[in-house]
C-alpha cells in the first residue's frame, strides 16, 4: 500500500507540473458545449498551435487506489517560462512550480528542488517520472508533436481523446476565450492512476512573469 505521505507527495508533484478536479469541487462556469459548431476547431487550431502565452485558473486533484485529493491551480505561460501554483488540502500551504528551457524549480514548505526538466525533478523527489513536459500541448487539446499519438473527434469534429506517452486523455468540456475553444474539463488516466484538471478562467495571451 502506498503511504498518505507518499500520496501527498505525488498529488504536490503530479499536479505542479498539471494536472483532477474531483467532480463537484470546484465552482463551475457555464457549459458552452451547445454552441460549438461544426468546423471551429479546423479554422482555429492553427491560432492554438501557434499559442505560446496564457493565464489560466482553476481546480486539480488526483485519484490512486488509495487516496484522492484536491487544489486550487493557477497557471501563466509565457513562451518557455512558466509558473504553476498549486494550494490545497495536504498542509503543506503553496507549492510553485517555475521554469523555463534549462530548469525547473519547485519551492514549497520542505525547501526548494531544482532540476533541468519537471520529470527529472520527479525522478529526484519520487523515483520515478511522467512526460510533464508534454502538458502545454496537452492543456490546448494538441498532440507534443514529439511523438507518436491517437486522436479521436466528438461530433462537431473536436478532439474528444488523446492517447500518448502511455496517457489517456478525455476532452469532456470546452469554453471560449478570446475567440477560441479552450479544454475547460480534461480527465487523464495513467495506468490507476486518474487526474481531471478543470479550467474556470482562460486568459489567452495574457501572462505576467517576472
Known amino acids: 500500500m502506498t503511504s498518505g505521505t507518499a500520496i501527498g507527495r505525488m498529488f504536490q508533484l503530479l499536479t505542479l507540473a498539471l494536472i483532477t478536479l474531483l467532480a ?14 461544426f468546423g471551429d476547431w479546423r479554422s482555429q487550431k492553427a491560432s492554438l498551435e501557434a499559442l505560446d502565452t496564457w493565464t489560466a485558473a482553476g481546480k486539480v486533484g488526483i485519484r490512486t487506489p488509495d487516496d ?18 498549486v ?17 525547473v524549480t519547485l519551492t514549497n514548505g520542505e525547501g526548494t528542488f531544482q532540476a533541468d526538466t519537471p520529470e527529472e525533478l520527479m525522478a529526484q523527489q519520487m523515483g520515478w517520472a511522467l512526460p510533464l513536459s508534454s502538458l502545454d500541448y496537452w492543456v490546448r487539446a494538441l498532440p507534443d508533436p514529439r511523438g507518436p499519438h491517437r486522436m479521436s473527434e466528438d461530433d462537431v469534429g473536436f478532439p474528444a481523446t488523446l492517447d500518448q506517452a502511455g496517457w489517456h486523455i478525455e476532452y469532456r468540456d470546452w469554453i471560449q476565450a478570446d475567440r477560441l475553444w479552450l479544454p475547460r474539463r480534461m480527465v487523464m488516466t495513467y495506468d490507476d ?8 478562467r482562460w486568459q489567452p495571451g495574457q501572462a505576467e512573469l517576472p
Do not use: K
Open 68 to 85: 484522492s485529493q484536491s487544489a486550487n491551480l493557477d497557471w501563466t505561460q509565457q513562451a518557455q517560462r512558466y509558473r504553476i501554483s
Open 87 to 103: 494550494s490545497g488540502p495536504w498542509g503543506t500551504g503553496r507549492n510553485t512550480l517555475e521554469g523555463d528551457a534549462r530548469q
Open 24 to 37: 463537484g469541487c470546484a465552482t463551475q462556469a457555464p457549459s458552452q458545449n451547445e454552441d460549438r459548431q
Open 193 to 200: 492512476i486518474r487526474t481531471t484538471l478543470v479550467i474556470n
